[in-house]
């Protein structure tokens, strides 16, 4: 391992490309052999040689991107098997926007299947595996995003963040994610989990590789009639006070019961520095969060089970050989998908069957409404809200498989923010027991530049090192 | 047989037929519904296709402006209330010939509620997008028992806007004039092509039976997708005479789809109720609802042409055409449009004249239009004046319309070529009716006494005499001088 290389953030590689320090090919390759020699899962495709340099921003630095982003002529399979061996015709926006910027496309990463669960052990190509401690889940969905960024095998990744799929993983690895204001990241391309939530965004070392990444990853697409455009370029934070900022702590959520007491103290800890910073801090309440993970788990399943019905046999993908229709679709979807996305479909498509669409369908939505005033509220109040991101340090693999509810518990502090679409970034803020705790700090839409410049100022701060997880796959 | 309707207990036992329709129009916009590919006509398979018509995964739709713009055209015309805010919804189902497994399409929120065209109640008018095409090998042509079948996507996401009438029509004579008139509206809208032999406008009728005098509905089948006019009436009485027969029979109507074949005249179910589809309906989260802006409907509105009832009123009040003469012109804009160019070949003529003579070649015709006749306007109006000027009579006007529809032609040409000038005038046909009195001395008796019954036989011989060129009233004329009568 060339130790200079992989000490440059992704930010400073392509700083030093630009003033001709480095070689594009030589930093391509670093991470080209090291993706190749992933043993944490993390990767499921990786590339040979870069594609033809584009001058930008993003300098040549290359790119890990979730399997689930369409990469023409490149596997795309979301993680399943019914996509087995499906390349796309074209390319998600976001990506061409990044390569268009100059990043070049290093591999696509592993992923919970359709971006469907918190550990990553719902991927048709197997679990992925937490650099950290090999014992552990690195999260998920974008489980391979994570552990690839946190292991130095990519110098950044590219995931997606539905109920907390960027911000939940990144915390467990020990590296930063950000989940932009929805709508503000084209999704064409993405291959759809839940339409209303799903934000792709970057997961990184650190703040400022994040807000470089995110510069050139916003923008209006035609192409996606929900995009907006981003009121304001995306700046480089450089602040390293947090004077005059306030920070709302939705006390009783986080005292509530399954947050590790580990975990507790490192929010306790980072709440120490950033009164040291300047913050005040105060205490908020969002009393529909209780019914946060319940809606979520109506609206995104339901939609997830009109998303998934093109997944068929037909067209693309695998294919049960039957001889009807109605047996080629039955076993096709048997066969091609795993169980929690079995699961989902059918909670989903309960939900919005006819008789049961207002008891469930409606009614989350009715609750996303709440939760999205009640956070304007706070906002009213509060520059942001801060919360442990996940309620625990990453779980060994296999811990939660058996309990479905237990794994949609790690994602309590991150959904409302996901109902509500506003941005949220995960940073670390320390260990625990020797494995990393994310610090979550949300703010009202489009409110990232100011959220970027909080992160940064507490990340100066911590001083987290995370090359501690370098060595992970040398040996 | 005392029959029951609910609780009701009804009349009369004679039942008569209620009818709905529900027409779905293929939108003559640009591009396609919610993407930028150009409309199909007949290309080879799959040639006009992306990513997002494939249905191919991560792919988005965007809603087409143009076909909004069409459908508020459409309300419009139909007098339909204008949605400020509309949204689609996706209807989840599975099928081949539907990439996504849902159709997008419209649901609480449709673009246009109620209205009304001609005496008909409109219940609604929405947006969606049409279906791919499915083509099945082997011997059933239906996919189950298909060797194989395959799926051409050009058509697949084609703008349809669909118009669902109230059940108010009573026959299949008034659903194919009143489909008539819609498909004259349209195409005056220039909205669609509104052809229905290559589906452009296609057509699903609700259809269930009740007791003259009832306020209660039937149970009702639904006939699908009836391809031509002489189909759909065909369809509907065929329809109306099973039930007919069912419920003479003491039997109940089932609820379900049916297909019927115009060639066997069979009707057959697709699928019945207990197998209906929970279409599990839900706001499309890809596409935000759609506010309808003044600007939106000031163009709509600057976009309007004149649309038949207008274009009867004016044919009744400012062309003083009979009232049947303007509704027929009203409705069918073609032929409408000939009588205009028949009267504008020669303004001279009298109107009502120049629209009898469209009837009368029109009557000819059969499905046929008169443009696409033999017959050209300027040619039919050289015929109403050579008859209003007394070159020929009806009779011969007649004989040389039937030379013009099988043959084409100048009036005046084959007036000359077939000797048709009508003999006229006291000198030419003076000697003729005098001839004929004398050959029938009889009648001629009779007619000197008063009595005029005989008058027709005269008038008969004289036909003879000049092979139909004489003009029945100045023939009575010269008769009365001849025998000097007052």
Known sequence: MNDAIQALSAAAAAAAIADGGLARDELFEHYRARAAADQLNAFTWVADQPAAPVDGPLGGVPLAVKDLFCTEAVPSQAGSRILEGYCPPYTATAVTNLEQAGAALLGKTNQDEFAMGSSNENSAYGPVLNPWDRSRVPGGSSGGSAAAVAAGLAPWALGTDTGGSIRQPAALCGIVGLKPTYGAVSRYGMIAFASSLDSAGPLTRDVTDAALFYSQLVGRDSADATSVGFPEPIELPSSERLDGVTLAVPTALVDGEGVEVGVRESFEASLETARQLGATITSCEIPSARFALSAYYVIAPAEASSNLARFDGVRYGFRAEEKSLDAMYTETRHDGFGAEVKRRILIGTYALSSGYYDAYYGRAQRVRTVVARELAEIFREADFIVTPTSPTVAFALGERTADPLAMYFSDLFTIPMSLAGTPAISIPSGLSNGLPVGLQICGPAFSENKILSAARALEQAIGFDGSVAWGATSG | ?486
């Open chain 2, 1 to 486: 047989m005392d029959l029951w309707l609910g609780e009701q207990q009804v009349v009369s036992k004679e039942l008569e037929p209620v009818i709905g329709l529900e027409i779905h129009v293929q939108l003559r916009t640009r591009t396609k519904m919610f993407c930028s590919c150009a409309l199909g006509f007949g290309e080879p398979a799959n040639t006009r296709t992306c990513p997002v018509c494939l249905g191919l995964p991560g792919a988005l739709p965007v809603a087409n402006a143009e076909a909004i713009h069409y459908g508020l055209m459409i309300g419009m015309a139909l007098e339909s209330e204008l949605a400020s805010v509309s949204t689609f919804h996706r209807k989840n189902y599975f099928y081949p010939d539907l990439p996504k497994g849902y159709q997008i399409s419209q649901f609480d929120l449709p673009l246009c509620s109620g209205g009304k065209l001609g005496e008909v109640t409109i219940n609604r008018v929405h947006l969606e997008e049409d279906a791919a095409k499915l083509n099945h090998a082997g011997a059933s042509g239906r996919i189950d028992g298909a060797d194989s079948s395959i799926v051409d996507f050009n058509r697949g996401g084609t703008p349809l806007a669909e118009i669902v009438t109230e059940p108010q029509l009573r026959s299949a004579e008034q659903a194919g004039s009143w489909l008539r008139l819609l498909r004259t509206t349209l195409r005056t809208l220039g909205v669609s092509d509104v052809n229905m032999e290559e589906g452009s406008l296609r057509c699903d009728a609700n259809i269930s039976l009740r007791p003259i005098g009832s306020d209660q509905l039937g149970t009702k089948t639904e006939l699908k997708n009836m391809n031509s006019f002489r189909f759909i009436e065909r369809g509907i009485r065929a329809e109306v005479e099973r039930q007919r027969n069912l419920i003479g029979d003491g039997q109940s109507i089932t609820q379900e789809t049916l297909h019927f074949d115009p060639k066997s005249e069979a009707i057959t179910s697709l699928r019945s109720k207990e197998e209906a589809h929970d279409y599990r309906y839900f706001p499309e989260p890809d596409l935000p609802p759609v506010i309808i802006t003044k600007a939106m409907l000031g163009r709509a509105a600057e976009a309007l042409p004149e649309l038949p009832a207008a274009r009867e009123q004016r044919y009744v009040d400012q062309v003083a055409l009979s009232a049947e003469s303007a509704r027929l012109f009203a409705w069918r804009a073609e032929l409408g449009d000939y009588f205009d160019a028949v009267c504008a070949a020669d303004t001279s003529l009298e109107p009502q004249l120049a629209a009898n003579w469209v009837t009368e070649l029109q009557g000819r015709l059969g499905d046929q239009e008169a443009e696409d006749s033999k017959v050209s306007a300027a040619a039919l109006a050289q015929l109403a004046a050579l008859v209003s000027t007394s070159v020929i009579n009806q009779g011969g006007a007649k004989q040389v319309l039937d030379e013009l529809v099988s043959e084409g032609g100048e009036p005046a040409a084959v007036v000359a070529a077939q000797g048709l000038e009508a003999v006229a005038g006291a000198n030419e046909l003076a000697p003729i009716v005098a001839a004929a009195l004398a050959a029938n001395p009889e009648l001629t008796e009779r007619l000197r006494g008063g009595d005029m019954k005989p008058i027709g036989v005269i008038i008969g011989d004289v036909m003879k005499r000049t092979r139909g060129r004489a003009d029945g009233k100045e023939v009575t004329l010269l008769v009365r001088q001849q025998l000097g009568l007052s």
